[in-house]
């Protein structure tokens, strides 16, 4: 089984400040990653697929980056909207999520 | 409009069985993977089951192996997962999710809430 690993557990970031979220994966994954945004009480959205690639929709404030075991997502300039809480998932050997990394406004 | 609608949740006692249940619209269902994904209160998602287009593979995470059943009515654009022997390990919102072959999941339903309790 891959796992993947999110860093940090939370975040705090002020509005309008660049945010970065890692994600490691035990062995390498190549470019089969996903990132998603779930906010409370709502099904989990997808921003990212294939480590860099902006799902339909998605701003251009979104982005995805790396190969192999390690990846970032990166929100350049954060809208009170963002705030939530973002997980990896890994589809090269079936599926695995990371824990999650909570993004709360400071 | 395009969108995955799952129902049959509810409180089972420990033992119990449930079906879940996962109607598609919007989209030709029938060229779709489709699966099931859970989140346990406050806690991080789990993919549990998939099955391929025409219902032909199914694949299921260890820990529901010999307890869950996945199956699909293309005529119905409807999804199925069959639990038995729940467990109180097995509470979670329970989404439905479709993909292109073995790749991320690219829309979700709504959820429905399991509750396994006595």
């Known amino acids: 089984e891959i796992v993947m690993t999110q860093s940090p557990v939370t975040l705090s970031v002020s509005p309008g400040e660049r945010a970065t979220l890692s994600c490691r994966a035990s062995?390498?994954?190549?470019?089969?990653l996903a990132w998603y945004q779930q906010k409370p009480g709502q099904a989990p959205r997808l921003l990212i697929y294939?480590?860099?690639t902006r799902a339909t929709d998605i701003p251009a404030r979104f982005s995805g980056s790396g190969s192999g075991t390690e990846f970032t997502l990166t929100i350049s300039s954060l809208q009170s909207e963002d705030f939530a809480v973002y997980y990896c998932?890994?589809?090269?050997?079936?599926?695995?999520f990371g824990q999650g990394t909570k993004l709360e406004i400071k | 409009e395009v969108q995955l609608v799952e129902s049959g949740g509810g409180l089972v006692q420990p033992g119990g069985s449930l079906r879940l249940s996962c109607a598609a619209s919007?989209?030709?269902?029938?060229?779709?993977?489709m699966s099931w994904v859970r989140q346990a209160p406050g806690k991080g998602l789990e993919w549990v089951a998939n099955?391929?287009?025409?219902?032909?593979?199914?694949y299921f995470v260890d820990s529901v192996k010999g307890r869950f059943t996945i199956s699909r009515d293309n005529a119905k654009n409807s999804l199925y997962l069959q639990m038995n022997s729940l467990r109180a390990e097995d509470t979670a919102v329970y989404y439905c999710?479709?993909?292109?072959?073995?790749?991320?999941?690219?829309?979700w339903g709504q959820g429905t809430m399991v509750t396994v309790s006595s």
């Open positions: 998932l890994q589809y090269k050997n079936w599926y695995t």
């Open positions: 294939g480590a860099s």
């Open positions: 099955i391929n287009q025409d219902g032909s593979e199914k």
């Open positions: 919007g989209f030709t269902f029938s060229t779709y993977w």
């Open positions: 062995q390498s994954v190549s470019g089969n």
């Open positions: 999710a479709r993909s292109v072959v073995i790749s991320a999941f690219d829309m």
